[in-house]
């Protein structure tokens, strides 16, 4: 059961997120995405590098929520900012300058 004011936190501990890495990043946030939670948010603070093949995976990972559950990005650097800025992403998912101080942490 979703709780409606739950927030996960998923720290993301990549550096880059490209063609290399894209898939088991995908299943990883899939795989730690707490079914009670009705926020996930994504902790890109380390990521300093993000392509297309990183875009499809942190959408894929969003698609991939339960119903009821949002996929939301926190922390992104100026570059990795740049890319959802440029593809439009921005306007997919809400993004926040900082980790928002509730929820739950693990690496991804």
Do not use: C, Y
Not at 17 to 31: E, G, H, M, N, P
Not at 41 to 62: E, K, N, Q, R, Y
Not at 71 to 77: I, Q, R, Y
Not at 90 to 106: K, Q, R
Request: aromatic residues 4%; negative net charge.
């Amino acid at each position: 059961m979703i709780a409606p004011d739950r927030v996960q936190v998923i720290r993301v501990e990549e550096e880059r997120i490209d063609s290399l890495v894209a898939i088991q990043f995908k299943d990883a946030v899939r795989a730690m995405v707490d079914p009670a939670a009705s926020r996930v948010v994504l902790d890109l603070g380390p990521v300093t590098f993000i392509d297309s093949s990183g875009l499809g995976a942190v959408i894929a990972a969003m698609k991939g929520l339960d119903a009821g559950q949002r996929l939301e990005l926190a922390a992104l650097s100026p570059v990795v900012d740049k890319v959802f800025r440029l593809t439009r992403m921005d306007t997919v998912f809400t993004i926040h300058d900082v980790v928002p101080p509730l929820g739950e942490s693990g690496p991804a």
